[in-house]
């Protein structure tokens, strides 16, 4: 979901824009792509300063444990 901050845009796997709420699911991909890793780093650190919240999961973390997921989520919104 694209998310526009301060005249440049974000995409965020999910984004409760209104609460301010980032959710990020990280594949394995994140930890071998050094451009992706650092573009994911300055993309929290922009969010995080500009009073955001950034939740992260892995995939492994969203298919073995969904209920732990989505509960995380209802708490942070909440």
């Given at each position: 979901m694209p998310v526009y901050l301060h005249s440049r845009i974000f995409y965020?796997?999910?984004a409760f824009k209104q609460r301010k709420l980032a959710i990020e699911i990280d594949g394995r991909l994140h930890?071998?792509?050094e451009d992706l890793f650092e573009s994911d780093r300055w993309r929290q650190n922009a969010l995080v300063a500009d009073g955001w919240r950034v939740l992260r999961f892995t995939w492994t973390m969203l298919r073995d444990h969904p209920e732990i997921f989505v509960r995380a989520i209802l708490e942070a919104l909440h």
């Amino acid at each position: 979901m694209p998310v526009y901050l301060h005249s440049r845009i974000f995409y965020i796997d999910i984004a409760f824009k209104q609460r301010k709420l980032a959710i990020e699911i990280d594949g394995r991909l994140h930890e071998t792509d050094e451009d992706l890793f650092e573009s994911d780093r300055w993309r929290q650190n922009a969010l995080v300063a500009d009073g955001w919240r950034v939740l992260r999961f892995t995939w492994t973390m969203l298919r073995d444990h969904p209920e732990i997921f989505v509960r995380a989520i209802l708490e942070a919104l909440h």
